[in-house]
């Protein structure tokens, strides 16, 4: 009965991606993300609703009245750039069955990140994207933090099988990086009791991403939070909500949680943390070997017997940079990273350009808060493998889009005179500098 309803909402869903096709990246965020065909237990496990949506959604902007163009941001030449790169290094893979493989899941994220860029054309649809994100991995939050608080932090939160995020490491960082979305909802509702909800979720998808037992989020927790709090406008009560946070950890979680925290200071004695330690050098010897890497999936044994300091101890490599590194080589992770790079930029750009503009104070927030979930990227992904997850790169895109939207107006009046949202820029900014000048001259 599950599988029946939820195929039917998901196709009622499609007709009206077929009228809006910026819902149609709404649709494909909320199964990437929340997978809801993973808590069915029929047909809908199986069936492709992510390459159908993706289908509906191309055909109905090439249909549409859509504008038909892209923001040519750097970031957008560093995806390309990269989907050609990791095309070449497939094509020299090592592995070419597991590595083709990847790359089918690969290719088709970029691709709707790019889709992303050219339907998200105001504040309105882009805040939805930050809804759908929030709303989607926010349900793993408050229900891993309930079953954390329920059981005493005892047993490790997991995500749904057979995704991206299925494990306690992945399901962690996934969920470390969307408390700063939450955070941004949270500073702009205005319905009292939706905001409250919003500050528990806030709590319990932090609390569950420690439950997870992932010493790499809790590293990006404290990274996260500091920063966290220096970003927000409001900070006494982000004080209030990391007290809070902290209060709550340090009440529920057993001894048993502090004992493997305490892990990360003697990872010499750690079999786990050593085993990471020689996949990281495998990682760089195949990147000094190969100008390709080894290609996608190529953590494996036999690679391990050739290139590995300990050829037999063969462990993931848990690390967003060795894993680019040891599957696309120097030159995949030297593009890799310059995207992270400039995107923080343009998020810096953003902020210094409108945290003083009432108008555009929403992008200076929007923008900051995305900075702290890509921090929370970039220290808890240190020591987890998830270097093509959606949510990565859909920061990148809201970082561009926020640029563009609030600083460039890149898509013009016409966006602007469809969704009927807003005065257009354009002609504000023209009359506020004609004012000034009169103001001047006289």
């Known amino acids: 009965m599950r599988d029946i309803v939820l195929t039917a909402i998901i196709f009622g869903l499609l007709f009206l991606v077929s009228k809006h096709p910026h819902y149609g990246i709404y649709l494909w965020s909320w199964l990437s993300y929340m997978n809801p065909h993973k808590q069915a237990w029929g047909f809908a496990q199986t069936m492709p609703f992510a390459y159908i949506t993706a289908i509906i959604t191309l055909a109905a902007y090439l249909f549409s009245k859509e504008p038909k163009r892209i923001p040519w941001a750097p970031e957008i030449v560093l995806l390309f750039m990269f989907f050609v790169w990791v095309t070449i290094t497939t094509v020299f893979c090592f592995y070419p069955a597991l590595a083709w493989d990847q790359w089918d899941k690969v290719w088709k994220i970029l691709f709707m990140t790019l889709v992303t860029a050219a339907l998200l054309t105001n ?9 759908i994100i929030a709303l989607s991995l926010g349900f793993y939050g408050i229900k891993g933090g309930i079953f954390t608080i329920l059981h005493g932090g005892v047993y490790r939160v997991q995500g749904p099988e057979t995704t991206f995020i299925a494990g306690n490491n992945e399901i962690a960082l996934a969920l470390i990086m969307t408390v700063p979305l939450i955070r941004y909802l949270h500073l702009y509702e205005k319905r009292r009791w939706l905001k409250l909800g919003l500050a528990g979720a806030m709590l319990l998808t932090g609390l569950a991403a420690i439950g997870s037992q992932s010493r790499g989020a809790l590293l990006a927790a404290v990274a996260m939070g500091i920063l966290l709090w220096f970003k927000s406008r409001q900070k006494f009560a982000t004080a209030i909500y990391l007290i809070i946070a902290i209060g709550l950890v340090a009440a529920i979680m057993p001894q048993e949680w502090y004992d493997r925290m305490n892990t990360i200071e003697t990872y010499q004695q750690d079999a786990s943390a050593l085993g990471r330690i020689n996949a990281w050098h495998t990682a760089f010897n195949v990147a000094k070997d190969q100008i390709t890497g080894g290609g996608f999936e190529m953590f494996i044994a036999q690679t391990f017997r050739v290139y590995a300091p300990v050829p037999y101890d ?12 040891g599957e696309h080589g120097f030159i995949g992770l030297a593009i890799w990273l310059m995207l992270g790079i400039f995107a923080w930029r343009t998020g810096s750009k953003v902020i210094r350009h409108c945290k003083n503009d009432p108008e555009k104070k929403w992008a200076a927030d929007l923008a900051g808060m995305t900075q702290v979930s890509m921090l929370g990227y970039a220290t808890g992904g240190a020591f987890l493998g998830l270097a093509y997850f959606d949510l990565y790169y859909h920061l990148v895109i809201i970082m561009v889009l926020t640029h563009q939207i609030a600083v460039k107006n890149f898509w013009g009046d ?17 009359s506020l500098r004609s004012r000034r000048t009169r103001h001047a001259s006289g």
Do not use: M, N
Request: aromatic share 8%; no cysteine.
């Open 414 to 430: 016409l966006t602007l005179a469809k969704t009927g949202t807003a005065t257009s820029p354009t002609r504000r900014d023209k």
């Open 314 to 325: 063969v462990h993931d490599v848990h690390s967003i940079y060795f894993e680019v590194l």
């Open 123 to 131: 504040r309105q649809r882009l805040e939805g994207l930050v809804w």
